[in-house]
Antibody, heavy 120, light 113 residues
Framework: EVQLVESGGGLVQPGGSLRLSCAAS????????MSWVRQAPGKGLEWVAK????????YYVDSVKGRFTISRDNAKNSLFLQMNSLRAEDTAVYYC?????????????WGQGSLVTVSS | DIVMTQSPDSLAVSLGERATINCKSS????????????LAWYQQKPGQPPKLLIY???TRESGVPDRFSGSGSGTDFIFTISSLQAEDVAVYYC?????????FGPGTKVEIK
């Protein structure tokens, strides 16, 4: 069974940093693109970033470019999101999600999410 | 960027009745190389992560009941629950994966009348 478990969320002040982690199990992690999707309180879904199987390709939504960095450690079956220069509008539940493949970029498995609150 | 819109924003349907959601993309998500529509549908129940229901616009994910179906091509898509059950109360999202950035529709809330 595919499992994705996020951690690292919490309360941070505007301008601060936070690092999210996602522990993956139940599948061959190194064979899949991975992604982060967020959902602001009471709002819809927004794709944030995605990364290729080997970590060599990284893609971001414009609103986080230059502030967020996605990375992975295939030896540890882990996905990360380093978030810097956080803003109030980054407040959201952040989901770790698996993309089926490079040519089929829909999200076939999701974690339970990690809440990030940016507030003073 | 491909902008996704959905209608209605919400709908209330009686148990056993049909629920229909429309999704429209700002440009075609039909890929000419394989004649596939790069469109997925998700269900999100309160307090839960989204769940994949449909991909390639009309292919049901394994284990998804056949009362859920998707249709359409190009820029216009329809998601249908043929006979609404109590457990189908949720928000439903469409998502295009034709191009980056991956984008979602704003969601449609389905409730029981």
């Amino acid at each position: 069974e595919v499992q994705l478990v996020e951690s690292g969320g919490g309360l941070v002040q505007p301008g601060g940093s936070l690092r999210l982690s996602c522990a993956a199990s139940g599948f061959t992690f190194s064979s899949h693109w991975m992604s982060w999707v967020r959902q602001a309180p009471g709002k819809g879904l927004e794709w944030v970033a995605k990364i290729t199987q080997d970590g060599g390709g990284k893609y971001y939504v414009d609103s986080v470019k230059g502030r967020f960095t996605i990375s992975r450690d295939n030896a540890k079956n882990s996905l990360f999101l380093q978030m810097n220069s956080l803003r109030a509008e980054d407040t959201a539940v952040y989901y770790c999600a698996r993309l089926l493949s490079s040519g089929s970029q829909y999200f076939d498995s999701w974690g339970q999410g990690s809440l990030v609150t940016v507030s003073s | 960027d491909i902008v996704m819109t959905q209608s209605p924003d919400s709908l209330a349907v009686s148990l056993g009745e049909r629920a229909t959601i429309n999704c429209k993309s700002s440009q075609s998500v039909l890929h000419s190389s394989n004649n596939k529509n790069y469109l997925a549908w998700y269900q999100q129940k309160p307090g839960q992560p989204p769940k994949l229901l449909i991909y390639w616009a009309s292919t049901r994910e394994s284990g998804v009941p056949d009362r859920f179906s998707g249709s359409g091509s190009g820029t216009d898509f329809i998601f249908t629950i043929s006979s609404l059950q109590a457990e189908d109360v949720a928000v439903y999202y469409c998502q295009q994966y034709y191009s980056t950035p991956l984008t979602f529709g704003p969601g449609t809330k389905v409730e029981i009348k």
